[in-house]
C-alpha cells in the first residue's frame, strides 16, 4: 500500500518559515519524481516545485528564491523549506510521486500551511 503523509503545516507570521515533510512508503522512492502542490480556499491547485529522481528542481515563478525542494532518499522523505512566507502563501500543501516509466502518480493527504499575524 502507497502511503505519502505530509507533516510540518500550521500557523506561522508574514516573513517566517516553515519545512514541509513528506515521507512516503510502499513505494521505491528513489526510483519516483517528487514535487508540492498547493491548494488556497476557492482556488485551483497549483505546482509548487518538484525534484527529480536526479536532484534536479524547478519551481513555479513565484516560489523561486522562497522555496527550496530536496529530499532524502535513505529516509524516503522529501522536504519543502520555505522562507519569507507571505500571506497569499496559506494553503494546504500536497506532495505527489510520478514514476516517469509507467505514469504511476500517488498523492499524500495535504498538510495547513496559513501565514498570519
Known amino acids: 500500500q502507497v502511503q505519502l503523509v505530509e507533516s510540518g503545516g500550521g500557523l506561522v507570521q508574514p516573513g517566517g518559515s516553515l519545512r514541509l515533510s513528506c515521507a512516503a512508503s510502499g513505494i521505491v522512492f528513489s526510483i519516483y519524481h517528487m514535487g508540492w502542490y498547493r491548494q488556497a480556499p476557492g482556488k485551483q491547485r497549483e505546482w509548487v516545485g518538484s525534484?527529480?529522481?536526479?536532484?534536479?528542481?524547478n519551481y513555479a515563478d513565484s516560489m523561486k528564491g522562497r522555496f527550496t525542494v530536496s529530499r532524502d532518499n535513505a529516509k524516503n522523505t522529501m522536504y519543502l523549506q520555505m522562507n519569507s512566507l507571505k500571506p497569499e502563501d496559506t494553503a494546504v500543501y500536497y506532495c505527489?510521486?510520478?514514476?516517469?516509466?509507467?505514469?504511476?502518480?500517488?498523492w499524500g493527504q495535504g498538510t495547513q500551511v496559513t501565514v498570519s499575524s
Open positions: 505527489d510521486a510520478v514514476h516517469m516509466a509507467t505514469m504511476s502518480q500517488y
Open positions: 525534484i527529480t529522481t536526479g536532484d534536479r528542481t
